[in-house]
């Protein structure tokens, strides 16, 4: 028997994309064939699945696409009070997948059959062949070809005499028309000859990432392998033409696993080229590193002096150094100044799995609703000088249970193209959160680069259900609306 790989996922793959095995056995005409696949916890003996699979019309390949699975197996991982890194286990899942197969016990015989000649069974049939049945067995025998020829020996039997070279079966000798005739034998009870593990594809990984039916065929993992000044940060954020006010946080996945023990920094560089590093003590094959004007975190000079935003800073930069070395792209974010007295932000879980964020410095309006389940009850009134009466307070219908219910329209600034199609994620996103800023004095902002007060998030759900993808040619002016709803009522006392 043999089992060869036709096609595997890459090392590292979405998990919302398809992550299909496909492999060719020499055995896949044989009766009842079917591949196992055996999915495990990677490195472990812990099965998370086992598929059976039929062979594929016209190629006989087994294939198999676990993606539905592994979805199953993560999730996300935030921590919205970290500066530095996080480690990300819940973003990733390491896998092994081991192929076998499985087909019905078969005995093929070639040589003529004869007649058997010693009592009680003589004059039954003898099928010559190097058999390991038993006397009583049940079997189904077929003939190649069919049974035409001999159709009394066509079906179920009974083994009558069980020998290492030859059996004897309940047929009449008599009924023979051609000795000649080949065949094979099967157990009555579909009994299945089973070989796991035959070959392994190990160490594997999925994210909790989806990309777009366009962009997954040229998926390529090696483009964030942290390598060289090529590779990317785990996200689709823009890695220019971005922009941030200074409330705002971002955290962008990086694959960490992909790189051996050693120094790991992120490096920052603002427009007056003051350079500062932070050291990254997160260990994990993905980790979360903390980008965002509002957490940046502690820094280290390299060169200039603190901090790395100064009231004049117009933009900086970051990537990941490992050993002294730039292992991704630089990505540069623009110091966005506009704010007005309160600002809202939104971070959100793009595409590849990191938090990205938008500042909503436009207009904003909050509305509600209240929700009110009643019911009319009885009114049990009172008796006063020989008549029924009631007192006016008594109440008829009753509120059981009161909700406020909130939605914010907010409205972003002036935005680039770039900005605008990230933005686009964010509307889809199924995690968002909704974070509310201050500042003390924002007309002075440009001269006093004061620090915004910020409360905790609190998830939010997008209501916003269409938007346009704005392109500059169409309109140089790109502005985006959204209306988001907060992810749990307010109850009301009573």
Known sequence: MAITQKAVPEVLTPAYNPVK???????????GFKYIFDIYLSGTTTKIAEYRVLPTYGTGYGEIDISRLLQSKVSFD??????TSYVAPNSHYKYDVKVGEEYLTTTAWTAAMTQYLTAPYAGRVQINVANTFVVGDQIVIAQTGGGAINPNLEGLFTVLVANPAYIVVNSLWSLIVNANKDGFITYADGRRTVTRDIITKLDQYVFNGALPWIEWPSWDWLDFNLSGVNDR????????????TLSQDIWLNAIYG?????????????????????????????TGNAVGPNNTGVLVPISGILPL???????????????????TQKYRVDIDRRVRETEYSI?????????????FTGRAYENGSVT???????????????EWTYDLTERGYVNSYVSVDNTIDLNTNWMTEDMAEYFTELISSPYTYFKISTYKDPEDFRSTCEEPTSTDYVSCNIVTSSFEKFKQRNKNLIKQSITIKLANNDLVNG
């Open 21 to 31: 095995y496909i492999y060719d056995s020499t055995n896949k005409n044989l009766l």
């Open 78 to 83: 935030l921590n919205t009070t970290n500066t």
């Open 233 to 244: 940060f785990l996200s689709t954020i823009p890695s220019t033409n971005f922009s941030a």
């Open 258 to 286: 992909a790189l051996a023990p050693g120094t790991h920094r992120l490096v920052f560089e603002n427009d007056g080229g003051n350079v500062y590093s932070k050291s990254l003590l997160a260990s994990d094959h993905i």
């Open 309 to 327: 935003i100064k009231p004049t800073t117009k933009y900086y930069t970051f990537y990941y150094q490992y050993n002294g070395t730039q292992v």
């Open 347 to 359: 971070i959100f879980l793009d595409r590849l799995g990191s938090w990205g964020s938008f500042a």
């Open 372 to 386: 009110r389940e009643q019911y009319n009850m009885d009114v049990q009134g009172k008796i006063a000088s020989g």
